[in-house]
């Protein structure tokens, strides 16, 4: 079975001003890592994933994570932050078949 | 292309009724799973369906949830004898099936016990 671990239930931050979502997670096997976003009254909507490979992985509007099997982390980031990314954000971690997902990060981004 | 279709988007309806949601995913995805949003509890997964295995219940939080999925497309979530605590955003979601694909969301059903 595996966990994932939100640290931060609520993030405001400055626009323009850089950001960090954290996500931990734990499992018995190998995993696989995803970042989805919900807008107000939508569904979710994927953000970037780790499969394999290189271990910092992108998004097309700016975000980026890296995936850290030492420390057993997924952390998002982005530089600078626009009001347009105000948001929940889901960490999610497959073993194969259903998502596992965090509790959510929600993200506002002030004036 | 069009993507996960869910029906109805809002639905209310007293305690004790039973009620259908429904779930139309991408064409060509045969893996459709379907999780249960609340308010402070994050996302629950329910059911997933793979071709035409037989579907994981795991998530049901009990026997008044059911779910089917007809020719390997569309899904149908029923939930009877509702209680007020099955007030929540049902959200379907569809893929490829093949591991690690990602999973496509729709709207969801915001379902409101009163």
């Known amino acids: 079975a595996q966990s994932v671990t939100q640290l931060d239930s609520q993030v405001p931050v400055f626009e323009e001003a850089p950001v960090e979502l954290r996500c931990n997670y734990s499992?018995?096997?190998?995993?696989?890592l995803f970042w989805y976003v919900q807008y107000p009254n939508q569904g979710l909507q994927l953000l970037l994933k780790y499969l394999s490979g290189s271990t910092l992985v992108e998004s097309i509007n700016g975000f980026e994570a890296e995936f850290n099997k030492s420390q057993t982390s997924f952390h998002l980031r982005k530089p600078s932050v626009h009001i347009s990314d105000t948001a929940e954000y889901f960490c999610?971690?497959?073993?194969?078949?259903?998502?596992?997902f965090g509790s959510g990060t929600q993200l506002t981004v002030l004036p | 292309g069009a993507g996960v279709s869910q029906s109805p988007s809002n639905k209310v309806t007293e305690k004790g009724k039973d009620v259908e949601l429904r779930c139309d995913p991408i064409s060509g995805h045969t893996a459709l799973y379907w999780y249960r949003q609340s308010l402070g509890q994050g996302l629950e997964f329910l059911i997933y369906?793979?071709?035409?295995?037989?579907?994981?219940k795991s998530g049901l939080p009990s026997d008044r949830f059911s779910a089917e999925r007809t020719g390997g497309s569309v899904s149908t979530l029923t939930i009877q004898r509702t209680q007020q605590e099955d007030s929540a955003v049902y959200l379907c979601?569809?893929?490829?099936?093949?591991?690690?694909?990602?999973?496509?969301f729709g709207d969801g059903t915001r379902l409101s016990i009163l």
């Open positions: 499992s018995s096997v190998s995993v696989y």
């Open positions: 369906f793979q071709g035409n295995s037989a579907p994981d």
């Open positions: 979601a569809s893929s490829l099936g093949q591991q690690a694909q990602p999973q496509h």
């Open positions: 999610a971690v497959t073993a194969g078949g259903q998502l596992t």
